[in-house]
Nanobody, 121 residues
């Protein structure tokens, strides 16, 4: 009913940039919040950045000043601009969307499939 399609991951050298995208589709009335999480090898999944409809943002301390989260409500898409990438940023990045959906009308959290970001030294 609700699908998330992630893109933008790949291999980049340290100091480089990547832009992740996550587009939502399906029986969506509105999107309340969107966020990016990541899970590095041997680590637990952690919040990277989040954004609510009023455009309030939150970032992990490790990415502040380097990453920027944004959203396009018309396209139902959230972006993560990642600059000055470090090898420590290597992880699978997951998009999460909190949306109001129909059939029945309710709030639903949906996770993307994940996209791999690899930062080489």
């Amino acid at each position: 009913q609700v699908q998330l399609v992630e893109s933008g991951g790949g291999l980049v050298q340290a100091g480089g940039s990547l832009r992740l995208s996550c587009a939502a589709s399906g029986s969506i009335v509105s999107i309340n919040d969107m966020g990016w999480y990541r899970q590095a090898p041997g680590k637990q999944r952690e919040l990277v950045a989040s954004i609510t409809r009023p455009s309030n943002t939150d970032y992990a301390d490790s990415v502040k000043g380097r990453f920027t989260i944004s959203r396009d409500n018309a396209k139902k898409t959230v972006y993560l601009q990642m600059n000055s990438l470090k090898p420590e940023d290597t992880a699978v990045y997951y998009c999460k969307v909190g949306a109001v959906v129909t059939g029945p009308l309710r709030n639903l959290e949906v996770w993307g499939q994940g996209t791999l970001v690899t930062v080489s030294s």
